[in-house]
Protein backbone atom coordinates (compact mmCIF):
# COMPACT_ATOMS: atom_id res chain seq x y z
CA UNK A 1 0.00 0.00 0.00
CA UNK A 2 2.64 2.48 0.70
CA UNK A 3 4.78 1.70 -2.18
CA UNK A 4 1.76 2.32 -4.05
CA UNK A 5 0.58 5.33 -2.55
CA UNK A 6 3.78 6.99 -3.13
CA UNK A 7 5.02 5.33 -6.45
CA UNK A 8 1.35 6.60 -7.59
CA UNK A 9 2.34 10.48 -6.07
CA UNK A 10 5.36 10.39 -7.75
CA UNK A 11 4.62 9.56 -11.41
CA UNK A 12 1.56 12.31 -10.72
CA UNK A 13 4.15 14.78 -9.95
CA UNK A 14 6.12 14.33 -12.91
CA UNK A 15 3.62 14.05 -15.16
CA UNK A 16 2.23 17.26 -14.18
CA UNK A 17 5.68 18.77 -14.86
CA UNK A 18 5.78 17.06 -18.16
CA UNK A 19 2.53 18.26 -19.59
CA UNK A 20 2.63 21.78 -17.99
CA UNK A 21 6.05 22.39 -20.09
CA UNK A 22 4.32 20.10 -23.27
CA UNK A 23 1.46 22.82 -22.77
CA UNK A 24 4.19 25.98 -22.55
CA UNK A 25 5.89 24.90 -25.66
CA UNK A 26 2.99 23.85 -27.59
CA UNK A 27 0.12 25.59 -26.45
CA UNK A 28 -2.10 22.25 -26.71
CA UNK A 29 -4.73 22.44 -25.30
CA UNK A 30 -4.74 18.54 -24.84
CA UNK A 31 -1.60 19.25 -22.97
CA UNK A 32 -3.02 21.68 -21.02
CA UNK A 33 -6.01 19.06 -19.71
CA UNK A 34 -3.44 16.56 -19.15
CA UNK A 35 -1.91 18.99 -16.72
CA UNK A 36 -4.54 19.98 -14.95
CA UNK A 37 -5.53 16.38 -14.38
CA UNK A 38 -1.90 15.34 -13.02
CA UNK A 39 -1.83 18.39 -10.80
CA UNK A 40 -4.91 17.91 -9.45
CA UNK A 41 -4.09 14.34 -8.88
CA UNK A 42 -0.79 15.10 -7.40
CA UNK A 43 -2.91 17.13 -5.06
CA UNK A 44 -5.09 14.49 -3.74
CA UNK A 45 -1.91 12.42 -2.95
CA UNK A 46 0.57 15.33 -1.98
CA UNK A 47 -1.97 16.53 0.52
CA UNK A 48 -2.47 13.22 2.01
CA UNK A 49 1.33 12.96 3.07
CA UNK A 50 1.70 16.57 4.10
CA UNK A 51 -1.60 16.30 6.52
CA UNK A 52 -0.36 13.02 8.00
CA UNK A 53 3.38 14.10 8.22
CA UNK A 54 1.92 16.81 10.30
CA UNK A 55 -0.20 14.52 12.84
CA UNK A 56 2.46 11.95 12.68
CA UNK A 57 5.24 15.00 13.78
CA UNK A 58 2.98 16.31 16.19
CA UNK A 59 0.73 13.89 17.71
CA UNK A 60 3.11 10.44 17.26
CA UNK A 61 -0.02 8.29 17.11
CA UNK A 62 -1.00 9.77 21.05
CA UNK A 63 -4.12 11.46 21.72
CA UNK A 64 -6.03 12.25 24.91
CA UNK A 65 -9.31 9.60 24.85
CA UNK A 66 -11.04 11.28 27.13
CA UNK A 67 -11.60 14.64 24.67
CA UNK A 68 -14.77 14.81 23.55
CA UNK A 69 -14.13 14.40 19.67
CA UNK A 70 -12.88 11.34 20.05
CA UNK A 71 -16.18 9.78 22.12
CA UNK A 72 -18.57 8.05 19.88
CA UNK A 73 -21.96 10.01 19.75
CA UNK A 74 -25.49 8.12 20.47
CA UNK A 75 -26.20 8.44 16.71
CA UNK A 76 -23.17 6.85 15.52
CA UNK A 77 -23.57 3.45 15.69
CA UNK A 78 -27.17 3.96 13.79
CA UNK A 79 -25.48 5.50 11.01
CA UNK A 80 -22.70 2.41 11.44
CA UNK A 81 -25.43 0.30 10.52
CA UNK A 82 -26.96 2.15 7.62
CA UNK A 83 -23.86 2.70 5.94
CA UNK A 84 -23.07 -1.40 6.64
CA UNK A 85 -19.76 -0.46 8.04
CA UNK A 86 -18.93 -4.14 9.49
CA UNK A 87 -19.17 -5.42 6.19
CA UNK A 88 -17.01 -3.06 4.27
CA UNK A 89 -14.41 -2.02 7.02
CA UNK A 90 -12.18 -5.49 6.86
CA UNK A 91 -11.87 -4.70 2.98
CA UNK A 92 -10.08 -0.72 3.29
CA UNK A 93 -6.53 -0.84 2.67
CA UNK A 94 -4.43 0.12 5.89
CA UNK A 95 -1.41 2.57 4.81
CA UNK A 96 0.61 1.44 7.88
CA UNK A 97 -0.69 -1.70 9.39
CA UNK A 98 1.98 -1.96 12.02
CA UNK A 99 0.81 0.88 13.93
CA UNK A 100 -3.01 -1.31 14.47
CA UNK A 101 -1.19 -4.84 15.43
CA UNK A 102 -1.90 -5.91 19.02
CA UNK A 103 1.33 -7.99 18.66
CA UNK A 104 3.03 -4.72 19.00
CA UNK A 105 1.41 -2.20 20.46
CA UNK A 106 -0.80 -1.88 23.77
CA UNK A 107 -4.30 -1.32 22.94
CA UNK A 108 -4.03 2.54 24.37
CA UNK A 109 -1.04 2.92 21.71
CA UNK A 110 -3.20 1.31 18.75
CA UNK A 111 -6.16 3.82 19.75
CA UNK A 112 -4.19 6.78 20.20
CA UNK A 113 -3.33 5.57 16.57
CA UNK A 114 -6.78 5.49 15.61
CA UNK A 115 -7.23 8.39 16.87
CA UNK A 116 -4.45 10.40 15.14
CA UNK A 117 -5.18 8.69 11.54
CA UNK A 118 -9.26 9.90 12.15
CA UNK A 119 -8.30 13.40 12.35
CA UNK A 120 -5.48 13.27 9.39
CA UNK A 121 -8.40 11.80 7.44
CA UNK A 122 -10.85 14.63 8.47
CA UNK A 123 -8.97 17.16 8.08
CA UNK A 124 -7.84 16.18 4.34
CA UNK A 125 -11.68 15.38 3.47
CA UNK A 126 -11.60 19.00 4.17
CA UNK A 127 -8.89 19.99 2.13
CA UNK A 128 -10.42 18.15 -0.48
CA UNK A 129 -12.18 20.97 -1.74
CA UNK A 130 -9.16 23.60 -1.93
CA UNK A 131 -8.90 22.72 -5.64
CA UNK A 132 -12.36 24.44 -6.21
CA UNK A 133 -10.32 27.48 -5.64
CA UNK A 134 -8.68 27.44 -9.17
CA UNK A 135 -12.35 26.98 -10.91
CA UNK A 136 -11.74 30.57 -11.52
CA UNK A 137 -8.48 29.95 -13.45
CA UNK A 138 -9.16 26.83 -15.58
CA UNK A 139 -12.89 26.37 -15.77
CA UNK A 140 -14.22 22.39 -15.87
CA UNK A 141 -16.30 23.64 -12.32
CA UNK A 142 -17.99 20.10 -12.50
CA UNK A 143 -14.74 18.06 -12.82
CA UNK A 144 -12.96 19.98 -10.06
CA UNK A 145 -16.49 18.86 -7.78
CA UNK A 146 -16.60 15.78 -8.94
CA UNK A 147 -12.85 14.95 -8.28
CA UNK A 148 -13.28 16.63 -4.67
CA UNK A 149 -16.69 14.86 -3.76
CA UNK A 150 -14.75 11.81 -4.32
CA UNK A 151 -11.61 12.36 -2.32
CA UNK A 152 -13.67 13.37 0.40
CA UNK A 153 -15.71 10.57 0.63
CA UNK A 154 -12.69 8.28 0.03
CA UNK A 155 -10.73 9.90 3.31
CA UNK A 156 -14.31 10.15 5.46
CA UNK A 157 -14.92 6.25 4.83
CA UNK A 158 -11.10 5.97 6.97
CA UNK A 159 -12.60 8.65 9.40
CA UNK A 160 -15.64 6.75 9.60
CA UNK A 161 -13.74 2.63 10.37
CA UNK A 162 -11.54 5.06 12.78
CA UNK A 163 -14.54 6.10 14.34
CA UNK A 164 -16.23 2.24 13.88
CA UNK A 165 -13.47 0.18 15.48
CA UNK A 166 -12.35 2.61 18.84
CA UNK A 167 -15.18 1.75 21.09
CA UNK A 168 -14.13 -2.12 20.55
CA UNK A 169 -10.29 -1.37 21.20
CA UNK A 170 -11.43 0.88 23.90
CA UNK A 171 -13.06 -1.94 25.77
CA UNK A 172 -9.44 -3.61 25.60
CA UNK A 173 -8.13 -0.86 27.04
CA UNK A 174 -10.80 -0.77 30.11
CA UNK A 175 -10.15 -4.80 30.55
CA UNK A 176 -6.23 -4.33 30.89
CA UNK A 177 -6.96 -1.35 33.54
CA UNK A 178 -9.27 -3.68 35.21
CA UNK A 179 -6.49 -6.62 35.33
Keep these: MKKAMKSTMVVAVLATIIFTILYRTTENSVMLSLAITGGTISYHFVIRYVVAGIFSSVMQNRADLSKTWYQQRTWEEKLYKKLHVKKWKSK?????????????????????????????????????????????????????LITSVLSAMMDLSFAIMQRYNRPRIMKLCKRRKKN
Excluded: K
Excluded at 100 to 111: C, K, N, S
Design 92 to 144: MPTYEPENFDLRIHTPEEIAGAMCQAELSHEVIVIFSFLPLLTVPAFGAFWVF
